[in-house]
């Protein structure tokens, strides 16, 4: 990937329900609207293992933003917490010799982030109260560096 392609990349570890649409759908409008090129890896397909496209995929952004605010058991037994968003957030935290990366946590609470994933502690995850106003708001404070800033319009 060019590097101006790559500068103005995003990486995106959300969920992909239905229940989750509307804060999927603010996250591709509020990224958008920051000029960046959002990136998922429901966009990835082929015969590689997964892990290996998602990693490409990965460190072919510049930033990458995590919603951790889904991490649960789910419903069907036997009731298991899902950990991929954790994992691959794991794996954007890592630093790569040469490759500035910069990464966002989201959660819908305040404060559960550090009862379930104490290792960052230091970090301050941003609050989306689970609604799209929230994710915007969220992506606004995340990115407020950034030269290209979107107008109320």
Known sequence: M???ARQESAF???PYDQQYESLYLAFIAGLSAFGLTPHATI????SQRRLDRIIRLLRSCRYSFHDLSRVSLDRNPPATPRFNMPF???LAVTPRRGTR???FVFEAQRHRLMKSLSDLDGTDPHIHDGRPEGVLRA???ALVRRRHRPTAA
Not at 43 to 46: D, F, M, R, V
């Open 139 to 141: 992506l606004t404070n």
């Open 12 to 14: 995106l570890n959300i």
């Open 2 to 4: 060019r590097k101006r």
């Open 101 to 103: 990366h910069e990464w």
């Open 43 to 46: 966009e990835l397909a082929g």
């Open 88 to 90: 691959e957030l794991g």
